[in-house]
């Protein structure tokens, strides 16, 4: 663990590569990410999963996937029940607030029996995007609500449903995705709004959940906050904004390091975010090029950062004993999809 570099890394296919395992053995990444890709049968990922963390010396690394519901629902039937979207939940809750809180903490706790038995210990939820009317529909119906009270509440009860059956969760996209009016997939945001506007509305979910362990910083520029970077590059929001106003002290990502907001190599990528004061680079692809370029600009875990990454390994494990087939069997009566 005390040599891990601050990365967490893709693999291209089913199985790791000779050239993938070479260089995970030699550039040892702090943990994994995994998308559909990825992913075709239950002992296959279970697989891929354990040959990953023999590249880091068989430590419990952690590997990260984004299985939320909706459309963004990396394993899917046959191996997974297609579960609803953030903006379903939130639904039921604006017709019972305690039915709604229920079912966003049911929904994450299968997640955990889901992931948890083919080796993912990390999914990258809660959303705690606010969206606003006219907004890009990356977030769309990712998001449990339109007010940063449903989103807080609900986000709250999704990453304690996680943490009961022994998963971690990632908060996305700190500080806030909600007011962007592109897809950062594909072009940089800028979002004009006040800072005292974003602190009440955008910033508040985060603010409420600021002792989580991990969050991702989204690729959105906050020009009255910083005009000139976008939030994975900023100091000034990483320190001012993050850490200050919002309070969060856990372990800071980027999103992924390709998107096409961000300009520049994928190594000066990284270095910008680890510059600005972020923890552990995020890059999803799997393209090698790309990653040995980030592997050379990002440094060994040390300080801060190694406290952190060291304080989320030490969080593993726990498990509430919860039976599957009573979670399951709620969640379907509560959300009429038995």
Aim: net charge negative; charged share 25%; proline share 5%.
């Amino acid at each position: 663990m005390s040599e891990s570099k601050a990365m967490i890394l893709g693999c291209t296919g089913l199985s790791l590569s000779a050239d993938e395992i070479a260089f995970y053995r030699d550039e040892q990444p702090w943990g994994f990410i995994v998308f559909t890709r990825n992913l075709s049968e239950p002992a296959q990922i279970t697989d891929l999963v354990a040959a990953m963390r023999d590249t880091v010396g068989g430590r419990n690394a952690p590997v990260l996937i984004d299985q939320e519901g909706g459309r963004v629902q990396r394993i899917r039937e046959p191996m997974i029940p297609r579960y609803p979207s953030g903006t379903d939940l939130g639904d039921l809750y604006r017709q019972d607030r305690d039915k709604g809180l229920r079912a966003a903490w049911l929904l994450s706790r299968l997640h955990a029996f889901d992931l948890l038995r083919l080796g993912i210990n990390v999914d990258c939820l809660p959303v705690l995007d606010v969206p606003i009317e006219g907004a890009s529909n990356v977030i769309g119906s990712r998001a449990y609500g339109n007010d940063p009270v449903t989103v807080g509440e609900m986000g709250e009860a999704a990453a304690k449903g996680l943490k009961a059956g022994g998963m971690l969760p990632v908060m996305k996209h700190i500080p806030g995705h909600g007011r962007g009016m592109a897809d950062s997939h594909f072009e940089l945001p800028i979002v004009p709004t006040p800072r005292a506007e974003l602190e009440t509305h955008d910033f508040a979910p985060f603010k409420r959940l600021n002792k989580e362990l991990m969050a991702m910083v989204g690729h959105v520029v906050y020009s009255d906050i910083d005009p000139d970077f976008p939030a994975t590059a900023s100091k000034t929001v990483m320190s001012d904004i993050i850490r200050g106003s919002i309070g969060f002290e856990g372990l800071l990502m980027t999103d992924d390091l390709s998107m096409n907001a961000l300009k520049g190599s994928m190594g000066e990528r990284a270095k910008a975010f680890i510059a600005a004061g972020g923890d552990i680079v995020l890059h999803c692809h799997g393209i090698m090029d790309e990653m040995k370029d980030v592997a050379a600009h990002v440094p060994v875990l040390s300080g801060r950062a190694l406290a952190r990454a060291q304080a989320v390994e030490a969080a593993f494990g726990f498990d509430d004993g919860a039976d599957e087939a009573t979670i399951r069997a709620e969640f379907n009566s509560l959300l009429a999809i038995a």
